[in-house]
C-alpha cells in the first residue's frame, strides 16, 4: 500500500510540475517494484514521462468522439430484466407441465366419473375437462409471454440509448 501510495504522489508531481518531461527511478527492494524521484538502488531503472496535459486531451477526445457507454444503471437494469425474462420463462414451463400432468390425469376417465359429471360418454367428459384446463391455464401462459415481450422490448430501448 505504501508503495501505491509512493508511486501516485511520484506521478501526481508529474502533473504538478512544469517541465516537459520528468524522470522517475524504479528500484525492486525485496522483490517489490518501488517508484522513487531519487535512485533508490544500485540497479534502479530511470523512467522518463511525458507531461500530458490531461485537460486538453479529454476535451479534444470529447470533441471528436461520441460517448456511446450505457451508463452503470442502464446495465443493471438490463441484468435485471434478463433475470426477470428467465423466471417468467421457468413459470411458463411449470405451467405447461402442470397442464400436461392434469390432461393426462382427465386422460383416465372412467364412466362413473363422467356420469357424475353429467356428461353422456367418457370421450364428452374428457372433452369439457380439457377445454376447462386450457380456459385455466392459457391466460396464465399468455401473460406470462406478454410480459416477457414487454421486458425483451424494455431491454432492446436500453441497449439502443447513446
Known sequence: MTKLILLLCCLGACTVSTASEVTIYKCTI?????????PCAK??????LKNVNIMQTNASKSENTPVTDTSVDDYLEMQQ????????ELKIKQYQQEYA??????????QDKANRLGADSIADAIATETAAL?????PQIKQ??????????KKQQLSQQP
Do not use: H, N, W
Open 30 to 38: 525485496k522483490g517489490v517494484p518501488t517508484f522513487s524521484q531519487t
Open 43 to 48: 540497479d534502479a531503472k530511470v523512467i522518463t
Open 81 to 88: 430484466i434478463e433475470r426477470d425474462i428467465v423466471q417468467l
Open 101 to 110: 400432468q392434469k390432461k393426462q390425469q382427465v386422460g383416465y376417465m372412467t
Open 134 to 138: 386450457k380456459q385455466r391455464f392459457d
Open 144 to 153: 406470462a409471454q406478454q410480459q416477457i415481450a414487454a421486458l425483451t422490448q
